[in-house]
């Protein structure tokens, strides 16, 4: 099981991004999948979570500007960026607290590798 994200990079204040994560494995269920970030000199954070059902929860920083999706059946979810800022700038990270496959092993505490988004003119 492995989840990896792309879609970062170098955007303008006022610019859009659109991050993916896709879950790999021989995955039956993953309950809630999310994103966090860290910026330099930072603790990471919280930024947005997805459940299974649909219900998302933001951080305040990012609220009517970032909207997070899941896609059902692929495992995939992304995050929709609007309104960037600089304070944006970070390495963002999908996470997953818990997959499930189909041989009943639980997989625990997923991150991906990051990617790096930076907002500056």
């Known amino acids: 099981v492995q989840l990896q994200a792309s879609g970062g990079g170098l955007v303008q204040p006022g610019g859009s991004l659109r991050l993916s994560c896709a879950a790999s494995?021989?995955?039956?269920?993953?309950?809630?999948m999310g994103w966090y970030r860290q910026a330099p000199g930072k603790q990471r954070e919280l930024v947005a979570t997805?459940?299974?059902?649909?219900?998302?929860n933001y951080a305040d920083s990012v609220k009517n500007r970032f909207t997070i999706s899941r896609e059902k059946g692929k495992n995939t979810v992304y995050l929709q960026m609007n309104s960037l800022k600089p304070e944006d700038t970070a390495v963002y990270y999908c996470?997953?607290?818990?997959?499930?496959?189909?041989?009943?092993?639980?997989?625990?505490?997923?991150w991906g590798q990051g990617t790096q988004v930076t907002v500056s003119s």
């Open positions: 494995g021989n995955i039956f269920n993953i309950a809630v």
């Open positions: 996470n997953a607290p818990l997959i499930v496959d189909y041989s009943s092993n639980y997989w625990r505490d997923n």
């Open positions: 997805i459940t299974g059902g649909g219900s998302t």
